[in-house]
């Protein structure tokens, strides 16, 4: 399977995002992470449509949209008018099916996410409701540069045998938080196909050859 690269812009310096989006494109990024958090589902609170819009005229990579917000069904217009290309919905916060009826009617792609502590089993309806993409946490959602959760990688086995088994072998899963250039490997072999990667690709002194590291 092709792996995909998604360093998260959480980690990198909010006043030259714009830069940084261009940056990451000239650096073979696949997707551009967009962490989107509202102080509610999450402490934290980052930015919000206004800053995809802001960053969707730097770069052609697709911006991967990850709301860790309460009530996501009032703000799939605002990202998909903004210029989102997947929007990533958390199933501890809303109702999975009509949130992707909802994101698929502005033609954008529709991905759902579980936190580390939400059984595996949470997320197969999701599969089964045409998802695009399944993200899976593997730090509790709300800050970059946690410990990347060692569980997380039972869970990805699990969700990539379930796919197969529902004839979606290729499937994208996700994995997210934690992600170094020393456990992607781990994560790769467990059957994850896009990386985001925050701390890892931000802090490094030669982004091209971290991000050309982290396939794996
Ligand atoms: C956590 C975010 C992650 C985070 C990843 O709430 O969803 O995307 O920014 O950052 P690192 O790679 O530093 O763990
Ligand atoms: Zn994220």
Same mark, same amino acid.
């Given at each position: 399977?092709? &792996?995909?690269? =998604? *360093?998260? @812009?959480? !980690?990198?310096?909010?006043?030259? /995002?714009?830069?940084? /989006?261009?940056?990451?494109? !000239?650096?073979?990024?696949?997707?551009?992470? +967009?962490?989107?958090?509202?102080?509610?589902?999450?402490? %934290?609170?980052?930015?919000?449509a206004q800053m995809v819009k802001a960053i969707r005229p730097h770069t052609k990579l697709p911006l991967d949209c990850h709301l860790m917000v309460l009530h996501p069904e009032t703000h799939i217009?605002?990202? !998909?008018? !903004?210029? =989102?290309?997947?929007?990533?919905?958390?199933?501890?916060? +809303?109702?999975?099916?009509?949130?992707?009826?909802? &994101?698929?009617?502005?033609?954008?792609?529709?991905?759902?996410? &579980?936190? *580390?502590?939400? %059984?595996?089993?949470?997320?197969? *309806?999701?599969?089964?409701?045409?998802?695009?993409?399944?993200?899976?946490?593997?730090? #509790? *959602?709300?800050?970059?540069?946690?410990?990347?959760?060692?569980?997380?990688?039972?869970?990805?086995?699990?969700? #990539?045998?379930? +796919?197969?088994?529902?004839?979606?072998?290729?499937?994208? @899963?996700? /994995?997210?938080?934690?992600?170094?250039?020393?456990?992607?490997?781990?994560?790769?072999?467990?059957?994850?196909?896009?990386?985001?990667?925050?701390?890892?690709?931000?802090?490094? =002194?030669?982004?091209?050859?971290? @991000?050309? #590291?982290?396939?794996?």
């Open positions: 399977m092709q &792996i995909k690269i =998604a *360093p998260s @812009i959480l !980690a990198s310096d909010f006043a030259n /995002v714009g830069e940084t /989006v261009r940056n990451l494109e !000239a650096s073979g990024a696949d997707l551009v992470h +967009c962490d989107v958090m509202d102080g509610n589902f999450v402490p %934290p609170i980052t930015f919000g217009e605002d990202f !998909a008018r !903004a210029g =989102a290309d997947i929007i990533t919905v958390h199933a501890e916060a +809303c109702d999975i099916p009509a949130l992707f009826r909802e &994101i698929a009617s502005f033609g954008v792609k529709k991905s759902a996410v &579980i936190n *580390p502590d939400t %059984p595996v089993g949470k997320i197969f *309806p999701a599969v089964d409701e045409g998802a695009d993409m399944i993200l899976l946490m593997s730090v #509790r *959602p709300g800050w970059g540069g946690q410990k990347f959760i060692h569980e997380t990688l039972q869970k990805i086995e699990t969700l #990539r045998n379930y +796919c197969v088994a529902r004839g979606k072998p290729d499937l994208d @899963i996700e /994995v997210d938080g934690g992600i170094t250039e020393e456990n992607v490997k781990d994560v790769i072999a467990a059957g994850a196909n896009v990386i985001v990667a925050g701390s890892t690709v931000f802090r490094a =002194a030669d982004m091209v050859a971290t @991000i050309r #590291r982290l396939r794996g």
